[in-house]
């Protein structure tokens, strides 16, 4: 029996980096990949064997143990994610573009749900500064300085010009840290510029349609400073994953401290006496965190 951790899949195919720091591929067993169904023919009685995809499949991530050539079963997750679909991550790394794409506050704060609701830390990256002129950086700080005082660590690289770049290694050491974020943000060419030698493919922004072509096609973890840094595939669209309307207030950190006195208020937009509303509206909430609150309730209450 030996134990490893899953640092790529690739159609079904897994790479394990062992404890003695060889990588070796191979598959999962049947357990972990299909579940036994049956159908049952009604006029026959008959019943008929079905396999299908099972969902606890391991991840890139997890301590996978592997019994005579095959991966048999993995250890119990400290945290797991669906978009990217990866497990047991101590920080997120978001990176966002200050400019091609233009940056997207909404984006920024759909994505802090979703990981804030797994118990995992973001980090906000911000690249491409060099394409803003001293007054957009300014302005773009500015905004961004709520953030820091929600207690989130900021980043801002320039990654062409290895700007910032000794900042983001330095948070790198002993962890294991994820990159994702905006689409066509520079995620490849910022492990690039920190890990040189990676040479991880990179594209251009598409100007037709204002954002990234997808250059990263799978989820992979590459070991590094005692910790491993991973490279995601990127999105051009997120969802609110799996979370109620009732815990949405509670992963928007700038909320609490303004305490409604309506009992089971939604908070939205134009509910005279909200506190939550009187806040935004007094610019003691950043407004579009407030408009993105708004946005992602509505968006729940479809589902």
Not at 33 to 49: A, D, H, T
Not at 99 to 116: A, H, Q, R, W, Y
Not at 192 to 219: C, D, M, Y
Not at 271 to 283: D, N, P, S, T, W
């Amino acid at each position: 029996m030996q134990k490893g951790r899953i640092i790529n899949l690739n159609g079904g195919v897994y790479k394990v980096l062992l404890l003695d720091g060889s990588i070796i591929s191979l598959k999962a067993r049947g357990k972990l990949r299909y579940e036994k169904k049956y159908m049952v023919n009604e006029k026959s009685k008959s019943k008929k064997e079905v396999l299908t995809t099972i969902k606890n499949t391991p991840k890139v991530g997890d301590i996978a143990v592997i019994e005579n050539g095959m991966i048999d079963h993995y250890l119990e997750r400290k945290n797991e994610m669906i978009r990217p679909d990866i497990a047991n991550v101590d920080q997120i790394l978001l990176v966002f573009a200050a400019k091609e794409p233009d940056f997207s506050f909404f984006l920024l704060d759909l994505f802090l749900v979703n990981i804030l609701h797994q118990n995992i830390t973001p980090v906000l990256v911000v690249s491409k500064i060099d394409l803003l002129t001293d007054l957009e950086l300014f302005e773009l700080k500015e905004n961004l300085s709520y953030y820091e005082n929600m207690g989130y660590k900021v980043f801002y690289v320039d990654s062409k010009h290895k700007e910032g770049i000794d900042l983001v290694r330095d948070i790198l050491k002993d962890k294991i840290t994820v990159l994702s974020g905006q689409t066509g943000a520079g995620k490849s060419t910022l492990i690039n510029a920190v890990v040189p030698g990676f040479f991880l493919k990179t594209g251009e922004i598409s100007q037709a349609l204002g954002r990234g072509r997808h250059t990263t096609r799978e989820t992979s973890l590459y070991p590094y400073l005692g910790g491993f840094i991973g490279d995601t595939p990127g999105f051009s669209k997120l969802d609110v994953l799996g979370i109620d309307k009732d815990e949405l207030e509670g992963l928007f950190v700038d909320f609490r401290g303004h305490n409604c006195k309506f009992r089971d208020c939604n908070h939205l937009e134009g509910i005279k006496g909200c506190a939550i509303y009187e806040a935004a509206q007094k610019g003691e909430i950043l407004a579009s965190r407030y408009q993105s609150y708004n946005k992602m309730y509505k968006e729940i209450l479809k589902k």
